[in-house]
Each structure stands twice: as C-alpha cells, then as structure tokens.
C-alpha cells in the first residue's frame, strides 16, 4: 500500500515556516510549501501537501481525503472531529482566552461573548455555571467590546499585543493551544508501515 | 392547481381574442354545465377566464402565481436517502452475499422492529450518546418510543423474552437499517445500514474467535480481500482510568480516544505515565510485548495477556494478513467487557464495523450470559469494495420486448429465470432500455445486443448461458 504518497493537510499562513523548518530537521525538502504560487497541492519529500484554510484540516483527515494533517489544538477542539492526535509538535503555541476591556464596569446577568469559537466559548462557560450569550463573529473579535457588541470575547492569544492596543485584558485562559500532528484513523492503521516511522521521526526531530 | 409543463407555449399562442374555446386538443379546465352547450353568457365569461387565465402573465395583473410544485421542493430530512435501482439491487446483492456467509456459520436471521419502547432499548445502548436517540411519543400508549439507534439491544431483549426456553448459546443475525440522529463524522449520516451478529452464551476467547471468524467470512463473501481486525481490549485502560481522580477521568478518556499523549501528559502530570505509554503504542505484536513488559500485575496487564492470546489464536486460523493491535482502544469502555475490534479497509476513511465483548449486557435484561458480537457499515463497506475495483461481474441479462402483444415473449424469458419487461414503442425502445440498464431488446424475431447492436435470430438459449457464466 505504499505505493501513493501520503496526503498531508497543511493550513495556509504562517505556520507554514516553522512547519517546513520542522520538517528539513527531517531531512524532508519541504521548501515548496513556501512557494509563492496558487498551488493548492504541492509534492515534497515523499509526501503530497494540501494546503488548506486551517479550520478545514481536520474535515479533510476525517474524511479520510488527506491522511495526516497540521492543525491547530483551537480548530481541533472547536470542530469536534474524530480523528487521532499522535503527536504534539509544539509549535505555532498560543493560548485561548477570555479578554474583556481594562476599563470595564462590573455587570450582572448574562454576559454577551464575542469569539470565533462558539463551540469552545460555549463550553467553557457552562462548565463554569456561566449563562453568556455567545455571539459568533469571524474576525477582528477585538473590535466587539470597544463598540458595544459584546462585553467579553474569547479568542485566541500569541503575544497579546492586538489585546493592549486595543485596550483589552485577559481575565483567564481557557486553554493552551500548539499545532499538532492529526491522523485519520483509518489511515493510521492501514497506512501503519508509511505513518508510524514518519511519526517516529518527528518525535525525534522534536525532542523531549 | 395542475399547471401544464407546456405553459410557455400556452403564452406564446393566439391572444384571447381570438380564441373562441381553450387551446384545441388540450383540456386544461372542467367546464360548468353550461359551457357546453354553446354561448350561453356564463359560458362565454367562462371561456374568456379561460383563456385569460392559461395565457396572461400574472404579474402584468399583480395576482399572485399559484407556483407549481418544484421537483427539488421534495426534500428529504438531512441524512436519509433513497436507493435507486442500480444502487440497491447493489446493496440487496451485497447483503445478502453477507447474510450468506453468517448463515454458513449458523447465525439465524431476526428481523427487529423499527421502533420500541425507549426504556427497553436505551437499556442496552452502551457507546451511544444518548442524544443520538431519535425518540418520540407513542400515540397508542403515550410511552416515549425510540427508532432502534442500533440492533444489539433488540437482540439482547428478543433473547431475554421469546427465545428464554431454548438453550444457548444463541447465534442470532440481523440486517436492517438504524437511525440515529448523527453519527461521529462530520457528514452526519442517520441512516445507517447494517449486518451484524450476536453470540449470545459462549464466554472468553472461543467466543470472540468464532465472532471475528464469521466477520472475516462476511467480508471475503463480499468480495473484500484487503482489509484489517484492528483488535483491543476494554479493560486494559479501564483500570488506569478509573485509578485517576474523577474529575480528569472523562478529559483522559477523550485524549487517550484520540492517542493524545502530549494531552495525556500535560492533563495527569505524572499520574499516569502508563496511560500516555499505551497512547504511543504501536500496533503490533511485538509492540504488545513491551508494554506488557511494563506493566505493573494486575487487571489492565492481565488484559494486555488476554489481548495477546486472541492476536495467537487468530493468527492461527489465518488472520495474520489481517489483524493489527491497539492497546489505547476506549471506544465505548464503560459498555464492552473485553474485546473491543474495528475493521479498517482502503476507501471510506472510516471503519467497516466493529464489536467486541458486553458480558454485562445480557444481565440488563434480566438473561445474564456472556455475549459478543459486530455489526458492518454497509455504506462503508460499499465504499471499500468500489475502491478495490468493486465487484465486476458480468451483468444479468435484462431483456425489454418490444410490441410483445400476447406477452408470450417476455413470459417465456422469466420461466428460464431471465429478467423481462414488455415495452409497446418500437420508437423508444433502445434510448429506453439504455437508461435502464437492460442488455438485449427483441425486435421481432431479432434479438439485439445493446451494448455492440449485433442482432442475431431470437432464442432462450444464448441469454440463459451467459447467465450461468
């Protein structure tokens, strides 16, 4: 069964570079995944990449159109997908929070939460015993409690930076996020002989 | 309101005016009595309605369109389907090659019900969650009935209550259709068609041998050659699991599901170094070996033991191309009792089947034995074999007669077991029999073999042949 390459599903952006970086550790050529070019499949090192808007990485492996996939532990817990999660790459690490403005006034009742993940934003309060109206935005979140839409927002953090220029703080995390390795299920097991070595190897660039 | 498909044309026709009766030739509206009988007043209003109605365009009037029904309008709820002919002569074909290959094995076929009582079924569902139940009201009874999510409990419970006076141990089959209100993939399939067995009353590793024997006979029966038993067992992570704190249990059951062992690491800090150890664990034999090798005595180990003595005793009876371990299986743990299995095969992405052991599920319906068992995705079987190349057999001949007036022809086709339908168009008979699969068309005294156009003298015999070929 090894005779087709493995089918690897990378999101578009920035974690392209460390990626490729993390994969020439390999001794995997992977420089075509930086090519400035329209391609959306590209062939290097052995394996075929599909490159793909993030949050549709873990589609693709569960469908079993790609085997192996990058993606993000936030997109991961946000669309509840079966798939496996073999390996931590330990890139590409940022957290989830919860940030509302640094000028606030303390209010009662159900706060209104503006995020990009729902799913996460939803759950996260109800294990608190929160009643928030979750409002579901897909970008510029931060704009939502400057302008009235929202009190809070829940979304995801690298530096903080955007947070304080636009005069927000975090209140809490909701979980640390890094970029993991994610596996169809059934590829993993029937494509066992092409997975677990590449898997290993991985491991093994990443260190302890 | 019928609005002819023609209405177009009916636009484009004579104006009103100069029309004394609607469109000759077509009847589009039932007259009243009077109509008939020439000019009367009403019937000349009528007509003039008539007409205005069939030719006007409605929104010059602003009275609004009496739309006709869309075909696409007929929509079906998300996730159910039709079969049409090719498909489920295809799908009958393959059950019953599947139901076939159990029977061999003495497994007899029950036919459950669509629909029981909620509290008899969800007695015996064990890895389903519960909101996956499509459940409703009974209007004879006001109980709260459910669409069978799965036909285990149905067995469980037929076992318990009609067969209780015969001796186990109980070797039932099942084909049908469950529903659920989605299903793990993202697609979010609710009707699930399947086959499965139950073996009811033989404990430990005979049982579990005859029931992965009778899955492999289904698939080889099927016609699938490259697939794989991935094999684990409940209670090697079960203990593990359940040694945790209460509160991490479910996260740690969730991230061992997904072989997560860096989450594993970070949510147990050292609590559990095994259950991050089985998360990375491989999937052979050798690779059971090491673990069992780490493992501290008692029960999980034990297990991994009794993991390992199936691997051989499978192996033995012709698994070895076939079979791959997974010491990290907690699909549903809380329910099975032992042996946990999937079947994987190049094409769907996604299992076949799967089974295992539920020693405890007899005793919720107060028959306590023993039992295992697994059911087959069809759909995703059927997947598996087109992208081996599917099963290409030589098609059945399917003969249209055409002007068959006595029906003589067509009779004596079906007496030698040979499909036949009649058709009266000579004109439209091939464009009829192409689109609907037939081989052979018999004009006259010619029979015509659609596929090349040959036409040779009409006989039984040649059609019959390539039957039985």
């Known amino acids: 069964m090894s005779d087709k390459p493995l089918v690897v599903a990378v999101p578009k952006g920035r974690i392209l570079k460390p990626l490729s970086k993390l994969l020439g550790a390999l001794g995997i050529e992977a420089s075509a995944l930086l090519a400035d070019d329209r391609t959306l499949v590209r062939r290097a090192g052995g394996l075929e990449f599909l490159l793909l808007k993030p949050d549709d990485v873990p589609t693709y492996v569960e469908y079993g159109a790609a085997d192996l996939g990058i993606c993000g532990r936030d997109v991961l817990r946000e669309r509840e997908c079966d798939v496996l999660v073999p390996l931590d790459l330990r890139i590409g690490r940022c957290r989830t929070v919860v940030a509302a403005p640094v000028a606030r006034t303390a209010r009662s009742g159900v706060p209104r939460v503006a995020t990009k993940y729902p799913r996460t934003a939803a759950a996260h309060f109800a294990a608190k015993g929160v009643q928030a109206e979750i409002i579901y935005v897909q970008g510029s979140v931060e704009l939502a409690p400057l302008v009235g839409l929202a009190e809070m927002i829940v979304d995801l953090v690298e530096t903080g930076e955007t947070l304080v220029q636009n005069g927000l703080e975090i209140i809490e995390v909701v979980a640390e996020v890094s970029t993991v390795l994610v596996a169809n299920r059934a590829s993993y097991k029937l494509l066992a002989a092409d997975v677990a070595p590449l898997i290993e190897r991985l491991r093994a660039a990443i260190g302890p | ?469």
């Not at chain 2, 008899?120 to 890895?127: A, N, W």
């Open chain 2, 1 to 469: 309101m019928h609005v002819p498909a023609q209405k177009n044309a009916v636009l484009r026709g004579p104006h009103p005016t100069q029309l004394a009766s609607p469109i000759p030739g077509r009847v589009f509206f039932d007259r009243p009595a009077g109509a008939q009988r020439g000019l009367t007043l009403a019937a000349l209003l009528w007509e003039v309605e008539a007409v205005h109605k069939a030719t006007s365009n409605h929104e010059d009037f602003g009275a609004p369109p009496e739309r006709a029904p869309s075909r696409l309008e007929h929509a079906l709820p998300a996730g159910m389907r039709d079969f049409l002919p090719e498909e489920a002569e295809r799908r009958r074909t393959l059950a019953r090659s599947l139901t076939g290959a159990l029977e061999l094995h003495g497994y007899g076929l029950v036919v459950p019900p669509v629909f029981e009582f909620a509290s008899v079924l969800e007695r015996g569902l064990g890895t389903l969650p519960s909101a996956d139940v499509l459940r409703f009201i009974e209007p004879e009874s006001g109980e709260v009935a459910a669409l069978r999510p799965d036909m285990t409990p149905q067995i469980a419970r037929i076992i318990a209550t009609r067969l209780q006076d015969r001796p186990p141990p109980f070797r039932l089959a099942y084909e049908g259709t469950v529903v659920r209100r989605r299903s793990g993939r993202a697609r979010k399939h609710r009707q699930l068609p399947q086959v499965g067995v139950e073996l009811v009353g033989v404990a430990g590793l005979p049982g579990d041998i005859e029931v992965l024997e009778a899955a492999k006979a289904a698939l080889e029966a099927a016609g699938l050659r490259e697939f794989v038993f991935d094999l684990g067992d409940a209670g090697v992570a079960r203990p593990l699991i359940e040694a945790l704190p209460p509160s991490l249990r479910a996260d740690a059951t969730a991230a061992l599901m997904a072989r997560d062992a860096a989450r594993l690491d970070a949510l147990a800090q050292g609590l559990s170094p095994m259950l991050s150890r089985l998360a990375r664990t491989g999937g052979t034999r050798a690779d059971l070996d090491e673990v069992i090798a780490a493992a501290e005595p008692g029960s999980s180990r034990d297990s991994l033991l009794r993991l390992a003595a199936l691997h051989d005793a499978a192996c033995a009876r012709g698994f070895s191309r076939h079979i791959s371990l997974d010491v990290a299986e907690v699909r549903g743990f809380a329910y099975y009792t032992g042996l946990i299995f999937r079947i994987y095969a190049p094409g769907p992405g996604e299992a076949l089947g799967g089974g295992g052991r539920y020693d405890e599920l007899m005793g919720r319906f107060g028959a306590p034995m023993p039992a295992v068992g697994f059911g087959l995705d069809l759909d995703a079987l059927s997947v598996a074999l087109e992208s081996a190349g599917g099963a290409s057999r030589a098609p059945v001949p399917r003969v249209l007669v055409v002007a068959d007036a006595t029906g003589a022809r067509a009779a004596e086709l079906r007496a030698a077991g040979i499909v036949a339908a009649s058709h009266s168009d000579p004109a439209t008979a091939r464009a009829h029999a192409r689109s609907w699969g037939y081989t052979h068309v018999v004009e006259g005294d010619a029979l015509m073999v659609l596929a090349t156009g040959a036409r040779v003298a009409y006989s039984v015999e040649p059609l019959k042949k390539r039957e039985g070929a």
